[in-house]
């Protein structure tokens, strides 16, 4: 399933500067898309969601960005902060189905 | 908060047997799921579950997959004769909603497969 593409498998980011992570999306019918944050040996956790009526939607630190044309998201953590360290996940679902499918994950870790 | 919680956290298993995964969801969800991820592969959609019957599956839930939820707090999934490849983390997730709805995970059950 390449519907949806992390291309970067791994960033690091100084502790206080902006994390930016990037997902692409093929399908075209896609319209709500989720972030998750992993850490080993835990499940998934939810942090942040947008539906593709918006262009953008902000909890905190975390802006999750939504380009439709281009068929592509970002997410921007700012100021990252060491327990940023973990694997995120993109996901991404239709209206009408209940399955995520989701990215590959990018590995970020936060330098002190 | 609310959790979803999972057990075993891990399962070692013989090929050929049966298996089953143990999940409660957060209780005041009405949507159930099974994911899973393959050792450095993807999280993979398995299966969602409401009103005590299948809604939707993937083409890797065969008949030898099954879901249950025998009382009000338990949701189970149960593999009828494991295979090597079946060796995964399996995740359990709940939502308020079914669509636009984000799921809740829990910490998953590490199944092997020997």
């Known amino acids: 399933d390449q519907q949806v593409k992390q291309n970067s498998p791994s960033l690091s980011v100084q502790e206080g500067r902006i994390s930016i992570l990037n997902c692409d999306y093929t399908?075209?019918?896609?319209?709500?898309f989720l972030w998750y944050k992993k850490y080993p040996a835990e499940g998934p956790t939810f942090l942040i969601s947008?539906?593709?009526?918006?262009d953008k939607n902000e909890d905190g630190r975390f802006t999750v960005f939504l380009n439709k044309s281009a068929k592509h998201l970002s997410l921007h953590i700012v100021p990252s902060q060491p327990g940023d360290s973990a694997v995120y996940f993109c996901?991404?679902?239709?209206?009408?189905?209940?399955?995520?499918?989701f990215g590959a994950g990018t590995t970020v870790t936060v330098r002190a | 908060e609310p959790e979803v919680t999972q057990t075993p956290s891990h399962q070692v298993t013989q090929m050929g047997q049966e298996v089953i995964l143990r999940c409660v969801p957060i209780s005041n969800h009405l949507y159930f799921y099974w994911y899973r991820q393959i050792l450095g592969q993807k999280v993979e959609f398995l299966v969602s579950f409401y009103n005590n019957e299948i809604s939707e599956k993937s083409e890797i839930f065969d008949d030898q997959f099954s879901v249950e939820r025998p009382d009000g707090s338990n949701f189970t999934l149960k593999i009828r004769s494991t295979k090597l490849e079946d060796s995964a983390m399996y995740f359990c997730?709940?939502?308020?909603?079914?669509?636009?709805?984000?799921?809740?995970f829990g910490n998953g059950t590490r199944l092997t497969v020997t």
């Open positions: 947008i539906s593709s009526i918006k």
């Open positions: 996901a991404a679902s239709e209206s009408n189905d209940y399955k995520l499918s």
């Open positions: 997730a709940s939502s308020v909603e079914g669509l636009f709805s984000p799921l809740h």
């Open positions: 399908n075209s019918m896609f319209d709500y």
